[in-house]
């Protein structure tokens, strides 16, 4: 069991951490004040991450990707996280490998543009009243023909103004038990797509979260992503190691960003003629920020191994979910009160990295959720979920 990493990996860690830290960061105060990624600055950084072989790294290589495992991916999305959600979508893409599950020409109108930038896809599940319960969805797709017609809402779509097709659940069959879901997937410019207001955030300043309406949308079997009926299926099955990335990985970035911040302040900062990092309490926010932060991290490689061997990671996923989320809050949190007041004022990134830390525990699956999927996987598994090796 080794934990030091291949020079391979030392290479492209230390490549994407210069580029966040060169060409990402510097453009967070700018998006902060104007609420928007400059268009022109937006490509200059997606041309600059290709150039580098640093765009779409999900990816296998055959379709034009990075072809990274998934223990390297998590790598690399760590490093994605030190900088602000929009630039990470611009800059690294938003391919998601459920297109992987297209046919052959899905893949050449949907997935090959995607991984070439020429393309940008949102995943659209969520509804008013479908959350964490995605079983719960009601937008229908009635049979028509050889098609479907679907009809319904969406809500909190990432992305949803930028991006030009959308992966879409429906309901193809509401008396089955459990219902049929199916994805689909809509162009923007389709009739009947209409998109709603961008839903103003917390945080998360400059990336848009929209509504989308679907008013009777034709589509043909040609946009059937995957098996009639198991959109449920393929959304779990491959939307579990964007959730460890986009979630997990990047939370625990995010942590360690703002726990440097915190020792150097703790460093640097006197009062009471001393640094604050000599008093004991200010100790224990920073020796408990660095436990938090490697066994969030340990469990992150655990998982993404897991799947590379082609093991179910489900519970894992639900784990690292849980603890990065809950890491990054309590870190954030610690930033904050270790600033002091400069900690609550706008001036310093320690305000905005605690407005964007407080999503991390909801999307993607609220932690009550996750703590649903790990005590029943203990519950059903036994001493193998406990004992190493059982």
Same mark, same amino acid.
């Given at each position: 069991?080794?934990?030091?990493?291949?020079?391979?990996?030392?290479?492209?860690?230390?490549?994407?951490?210069?580029? *966040?830290?060169?060409?990402?960061?510097?453009?967070?105060?700018?998006?902060?004040?104007?609420?928007?990624?400059?268009?022109?600055?937006?490509?200059?950084?997606?041309?600059?991450?290709?150039?580098?072989?640093?765009?779409?790294?999900?990816?296998?290589?055959?379709?034009?990707?990075?072809?990274?495992?998934?223990?390297?991916?998590?790598?690399?999305?760590?490093?994605?996280?030190?900088?602000?959600?929009?630039?990470?979508?611009?800059?690294?893409?938003?391919?998601?490998?459920?297109?992987?599950?297209?046919?052959?020409?899905?893949?050449?109108?949907?997935?090959?543009?995607?991984?070439?930038?020429?393309?940008?896809?949102?995943?659209?599940?969520?509804?008013?009243?479908?959350?964490?319960?995605?079983?719960?969805?009601?937008?229908?797709?009635?049979?028509?023909?050889?098609?479907?017609?679907?009809?319904?809402?969406?809500?909190?779509? !990432?992305?949803?103004?930028?991006?030009?097709?959308?992966? $879409?659940?429906?309901?193809?069959?509401?008396?089955?038990?459990?219902?049929?879901?199916?994805?689909?997937?809509?162009?923007?410019?389709?009739?009947?797509?209409?998109?709603?207001?961008?839903?103003?955030?917390?945080?998360?300043?400059?990336?848009?979260?929209?509504?989308?309406?679907?008013?009777?949308?034709?589509?043909?079997?040609?946009?059937?992503?995957?098996?009639?009926?198991?959109?449920?299926?393929?959304?779990? !099955?491959?939307?579990?190691?964007?959730?460890?990335?986009? $979630?997990?990985?990047?939370?625990?970035?995010?942590?360690?960003?703002?726990?440097?911040?915190?020792?150097?302040?703790?460093?640097?900062?006197?009062?009471?003629?001393?640094?604050?990092?000599?008093?004991?309490?200010?100790?224990?926010?920073?020796?408990?920020?660095?436990?938090?932060?490697?066994?969030?991290?340990?469990?992150?490689?655990?998982?993404?191994?897991?799947?590379?061997?082609?093991?179910?990671?489900?519970?894992?996923?639900?784990?690292?979910? $849980?603890?990065?989320?809950?890491?990054?809050?309590?870190?954030?949190?610690?930033? *904050?009160?270790?600033?002091?007041?400069?900690?609550?004022?706008?001036?310093?990134?320690?305000?905005?990295?605690?407005?964007?830390?407080?999503?991390?525990?909801?999307?993607?699956?609220?932690?009550?959720?996750?703590?649903?999927?790990?005590?029943?996987?203990?519950?059903?598994?036994?001493?193998?979920?406990?004992?190493?090796?059982?």
């Amino acid at each position: 069991m080794r934990f030091d990493l291949t020079e391979e990996q030392t290479m492209i860690v230390d490549t994407v951490r210069r580029f *966040v830290h060169d060409e990402l960061i510097p453009l967070e105060d700018e998006i902060e004040e104007t609420g928007r990624l400059d268009p022109t600055k937006a490509k200059a950084i997606f041309e600059k991450s290709r150039a580098l072989g640093l765009y779409a790294t999900n990816i296998p290589v055959e379709y034009g990707g990075g072809g990274l495992s998934a223990v390297d991916t998590m790598l690399v999305e760590e490093q994605f996280g030190h900088a602000k959600d929009i630039l990470i979508r611009r800059a690294f893409g938003n391919v998601y490998e459920s297109l992987l599950e297209g046919t052959a020409e899905q893949k050449d109108r949907f997935l090959r543009p995607a991984v070439r930038g020429e393309r940008t896809c949102s995943i659209a599940i969520t509804e008013p009243d479908a959350g964490s319960d995605v079983a719960s969805i009601r937008t229908r797709a009635v049979r028509d023909g050889d098609g479907w017609i679907v009809t319904g809402k969406k809500h909190f779509i !990432s992305d949803g103004h930028y991006s030009d097709f959308f992966i $879409v659940s429906a309901v193809t069959d509401p008396e089955a038990r459990p219902r049929h879901v199916s994805l689909f997937l809509i162009d923007k410019d389709q009739p009947g797509v209409a998109v709603g207001r961008d839903q103003a955030m917390m945080g998360l300043t400059g990336t848009s979260h929209v509504e989308l309406f679907f008013e009777g949308v034709r589509v043909g079997r040609d946009r059937l992503l995957g098996a009639e009926g198991q959109g449920l299926a393929i959304a779990y !099955s491959t939307l579990g190691r964007v959730r460890l990335a986009q $979630v997990g990985a990047r939370a625990i970035g995010k942590a360690c960003r703002l726990a440097t911040m915190m020792t150097a302040q703790a460093n640097e900062r006197r009062q009471f003629g001393k640094a604050i990092g000599e008093f004991q309490m200010i100790q224990q926010m920073i020796a408990d920020s660095a436990i938090e932060i490697n066994a969030a991290r340990l469990m992150l490689l655990r998982a993404a191994w897991e799947i590379d061997q082609g093991r179910d990671a489900r519970d894992w996923i639900s784990m690292v979910k $849980v603890e990065a989320a809950e890491t990054l809050g309590r870190v954030a949190d610690r930033a *904050v009160q270790i600033f002091g007041g400069m900690g609550y004022c706008r001036e310093l990134p320690v305000e905005r990295l605690y407005r964007d830390a407080r999503i991390y525990r909801i999307f993607d699956g609220t932690s009550e959720i996750h703590r649903t999927v790990i005590a029943r996987g203990a519950l059903r598994r036994g001493a193998a979920a406990w004992d190493i090796g059982a």
